[in-house]
């Protein structure tokens, strides 16, 4: 009995992705006269909540870039910007099955999740490290064996803590969480020993917590992970406009200017600085744009 719903969600997702392919999201968003653009609500400085409860960031700034060149390209006097939450478990299968359709925030681009959606030229490269307190006095992943770690459900950071917690016998209990804010709060809260995240939204957390100066971040990078604007699979009109749009940022000067706005200025609420320079890694990705999956091609 218990199949039932499954079932049935199964078969409106699948009607629900047909239908949005065989439209088309650039037909779609031409009748509507609207676009609709997934944000979070803590992925500081990518995509988050204001005091306002409007989201901004890096991530969102592209998107709204995006947005403006679609309205152009479709030659529409006007384009009304929906804005729909998302989290880590839901922003897949959201742009999938046509309700969203740029999802803007903190997304790894990879292979596995290239059979579902696709990826717009990568705008950000990060590593997977660990946040703790200091007083913890952790450094590495064997520092960990029979502790109790946390990390974010739906993301590729908690699929590589399982994978290494088995291949290496660490015996770590591995928790989950349903956002940042929240695993965070189990570390500080000793319900755990360290969270494991990309490095720079848990600079982010650090950095807005009470006590910035008692939180340290791991040295050891364990994964290389690209992020990328995710858009719907299988619409190759809609992706040549989303990626012309992200390569003519990166090509006009837009993307550096955005890249310094939220990476290394005072930035809302709370005037912090993330103080993170550009990378190599993000330079030659501006130089030469990619969407692939592979992090050997961004080493």
Same mark, same amino acid.
């Given at each position: ?8 969600a ?56 995006? &947005?403006?060149? +679609?309205?152009k390209?479709? =030659?529409? *006097?006007?384009?009304? !910007?929906?804005?729909?939450?998302? /989290? ?6 959201l ?59 739906g ?25 940042h ?21 848990? &600079?982010?957390? +650090?950095?807005t917590?009470? =006590?910035? *100066?008692?939180?340290? !971040?791991?040295?050891?990078?364990? /994964? ?15 992706k ?27 930035i ?19 130089a ?12």
């Open positions: 009995m218990k199949l039932m719903p499954f079932v049935l199964a078969a409106v997702t699948v009607i629900g992705m047909g239908a949005a392919h065989a439209e088309g999201r650039l037909d779609k968003i031409k009748a509507s006269g609207e676009i609709t653009l997934g944000y979070r609500d803590a992925s500081i400085p990518f995509s988050y909540l204001d005091d306002h409860q409007k989201p901004i960031g890096y991530s969102m700034d592209i998107c709204r870039n995006i &947005a403006a060149a +679609v309205k390209d479709l =030659k529409l *006097a006007s384009l009304k !910007i929906k804005e729909v939450p998302v /989290t880590s478990s839901t922003r897949i299968p742009v999938a099955n046509g309700t969203v359709d740029l999802s803007c925030g903190s997304a790894t681009n990879n292979a596995e999740r290239q059979q579902q959606v696709s990826f717009a030229p990568t705008t950000f490269v990060t590593a997977t490290r660990f946040a703790a307190l200091k007083s913890s006095k952790l450094k590495d992943l064997a520092d960990f064996k029979g502790k109790t770690v946390v990390s974010v459900s993301t590729s950071n908690l699929r590589w803590l399982v994978q290494a917690n088995s291949e290496q016998k660490l015996g770590m209990k591995i928790i989950t969480a349903k956002d804010p929240e695993a965070f709060l189990t570390v500080e809260s000793g319900r755990a020993s360290a969270f494991f995240m990309d490095d720079i939204l848990l &600079a982010g957390l +650090v950095a917590s009470h =006590k910035p *100066a008692n939180w340290m !971040i791991s040295k050891t990078a364990y /994964t290389i992970e690209p992020y990328g604007i995710i858009q719907p699979k299988g619409d190759p009109a809609f040549a406009a989303v990626d012309t749009a992200v390569k003519t940022m990166m090509k006009d000067g837009t993307l550096d200017r955005l890249y310094a706005k939220w990476f290394t200025k005072a809302p609420p709370k005037n912090i600085n993330m103080n993170w320079p550009m990378t190599p890694e993000l330079k030659k990705v501006i030469h744009p990619t969407d692939s999956p592979d992090p050997a091609v961004y080493k």
